[in-house]
């Protein structure tokens, strides 16, 4: 997989990045659909962890994490969500290896409780770190509440929705108090805003 595919919210980053300031506030959008993720699965995809020198989660949905961006959720019995730098470091053949090619995106801001009540099936509580399979704007979806100072959340839609779900996000969003488009994922590597 290429870090440098093209972004499905590059859309939505060129429609709406008009250069207006928002306030402080303001939720923030960071695209972080360029990070690496694989799924791993099969009877031997837990021993390709270990062979990569990665953790094997005993919890479902409990990801652990492995540095700033990357982490291992076990999904299934034999299942696992590799995300960050450590998903592409997988021997062909030692399992099955599927590279993941969702959008994704860093939400972040004072305001996004409100905007995850407009938006989620069933209620997020930000302060646990587990792995939510739900519905984002009617939309199938995987939320992960991030570490940090204001609530953040990251998001991973599939990329043949990333246009509806973007547009939906924004006018909520803008109807809280305004969005910040920070960076897209042609621009960005691995690095974390704060």
Known sequence: MSA???????????AH??????????????DVSSVPRTTLKGKTSADALLESGLAVPEQWFVPVELDAWS???RTGRTEFWVEGPAAT?????????YP???????????RLPELLSELV???IDLAERRLHLTEFAR?????????????SVQLWVDPTY?????????????????????????????????
């Open 4 to 14: 440098l595919r093209t972004s499905p919210f590059a859309p939505l980053f060129r």
């Open 17 to 30: 990045h008009d250069g207006a300031s928002a306030p402080d506030d303001a939720l923030a959008l960071f």
């Open 71 to 73: 982490f291992v959720a």
């Open 89 to 97: 470091g997988f021997a062909r053949g030692s399992c099955l290896d």
């Open 100 to 110: 993941r090619q969702d959008g994704s995106l860093l939400l972040v801001g004072k």
């Open 121 to 123: 099936a069933i209620p």
């Open 139 to 151: 939309v199938s979806a995987a939320l992960l509440p991030r570490p940090g100072a204001v609530p």
């Open 162 to 194: 990333a246009t509806y779900v973007g547009d939906v996000l924004f006018d909520i969003a803008r109807e809280l108090g305004g969005v910040r488009l920070l960076a897209s994922s042609e621009t960005t590597g691995c690095s974390r805003p704060n």
